[in-house]
T-cell receptor, first 112, second 112 residues
């Protein structure tokens, strides 16, 4: 059962514009959410996280929004840069990371 | 600062062969895990460890064994490889609850 879903396999945006990546989850016990970025032939690298007590977390150009009632989170990248082109995974857990579930990923392409 | 190191990077096996994928971390993290990534799917947890001598099953443990004799090392064993185990395997480590996982660069395993 896919408890974390990323319904858009790919997204293409122009350099300088906003990229919005979406993620939905089904398990109401999830209370810690993360976004990872992955380049080819490398492992995922941590980008940003948010706990369920917050609805927004910012780190530079990256902002994660959490809507608990809708069981939805999104990652905003502003402004998008060509170096942001990668696969982005969202992940969710109940807090101890032993039950972490990952989405299938969204491939972001930022065009110069 | 090596982080999480996985060896080998690539491996081809024949059905029925055994194999050990190695994972070592130098961050003194108590928690370690193994995931597999298949096309169109997110990372799925195979086994995890919350400290030396302690391991437990994840979402897809069948066909895999693990052990954790030291904090640094967490090898994954395939006792009798099957074509369904063709995948990319990632090892990760982390400090504890609500902390991001640090991933190795993966092992691409093909079983003929």
């Amino acid at each position: 059962d896919q408890q974390v879903k990323q319904n858009s396999p790919s997204l293409s945006v122009q350099e300088g514009r906003i990229s919005i990546l979406n993620c939905d989850y089904t398990n109401s016990m999830f209370d810690y959410f993360l976004w990872y970025k992955k380049y080819p032939a490398e492992g995922p690298t941590f980008l940003i996280s948010i706990s369920s007590i917050k609805d927004k977390n910012e780190d530079g150009r990256f902002t994660v929004f959490l809507n608990k009632s809708a069981k939805h989170l999104s990652l905003h990248i502003v402004p998008s840069q060509p170096g942001d082109s990668a696969v982005y995974f969202c992940a969710a857990s109940g807090g101890n990371n032993n039950d972490m579930r990952f989405g299938a990923g969204t491939r972001l392409t930022v065009k110069p | 600062n090596a982080g999480v190191t996985q060896t080998p990077k690539f491996q081809v096996l024949k059905t029925g062969q055994s194999m050990t994928l190695l994972c070592a971390q130098d961050m003194n993290h108590e928690y370690m895990s193994w995931y597999r990534q298949d096309p169109g799917m997110g990372l799925r947890l195979i086994h995890y460890s919350v400290g030396a001598g302690i391991t437990d099953q994840g979402e897809v443990p069948n066909g895999y064994n693990v052990s954790r004799s030291t904090t640094e090392d967490f090898p994954l064993r395939l006792l009798s490889a099957a074509p369904s185990q063709t995948s990319v395997y990632f090892c990760a480590s982390w400090q504890g609850s609500n902390q991001p996982q640090h991933f190795g660069d993966g092992t691409r395993l093909s079983i003929l």
